[in-house]
């Protein structure tokens, strides 16, 4: 249910953006406020206290948002309080954000390694994305220490583990599926 709100809260921000040839103007606002909510972690607790009313939501939200961020996204905000939705509105805004770079022809990829790599090795990875996509590829690095080495690589919803921590666990679930005799 969280996923069908999210995707049509998205959608409707898309085809608005797209109508007003506004993409990267809203991808940037979008962006933007996602950093606001990260910076200010009570904003959106304050959103979606029962205490304050729709209306004093609202106009925190306007008096937080307006000239920096076009009408549409303010009126998107009020619309997630009006329908109580606040809690997916950084869901909705990164869908929104991914559904933006993919129609531009860019991917996201994820890359996870135990250690922090070389500027070098990242762009070796990008660019071995890129030639098998023939998309515009837009590194993440994490570091995740438990994967031991190696890397895993998420591009959309797919899923490259390369790491020593999978390679040990695949390893493990075929020893335990042997029969011993």
């Known amino acids: 249910m969280a996923e069908i709100i999210v995707n049509r809260y998205a959608t409707a921000l898309f085809d ?3 109508e007003k ?3 990267l103007k809203f ?3 979008a962006r933007m406020i996602l950093k606001v909510l990260a910076d200010e972690a009570d904003y959106l607790k304050l959103l979606s206290h029962p205490s304050i009313t729709e209306e004093q939501k609202i106009e925190l939200v306007e008096k937080a948002f307006a000239g920096q961020v076009s009408e549409e996204f ?3 905000i009020a619309l997630v309080i009006k329908k109580a939705r606040t809690e997916y509105l950084v869901r ?4 929104f954000i991914s559904m933006a770079e993919e129609a531009a022809g860019v991917l996201k990829a994820t890359v996870i390694s135990a250690k922090p790599l070389t500027n070098q090795q990242l762009a070796q990875i990008k660019a071995h994305i890129e030639n098998n996509t023939g998309k515009t590829v837009v590194i993440e690095e994490q570091i ?3 994967i031991i080495g190696g890397l895993i690589v998420r591009v959309g919803d797919k899923v490259v583990d ?3 921590k999978g390679q040990m666990d695949a390893l493990k679930a075929e020893l335990n599926s042997l029969r011993l005799a």
């Open 16 to 18: 608005i953006a797209f």
């Open 21 to 23: 040839g506004a993409m």
């Open 27 to 29: 991808e940037e606002e």
């Open 74 to 76: 303010v009126g998107l």
């Open 92 to 95: 909705i805004l990164e869908k």
């Open 144 to 146: 995740d220490a438990s």
């Open 162 to 164: 390369g790491s020593i």
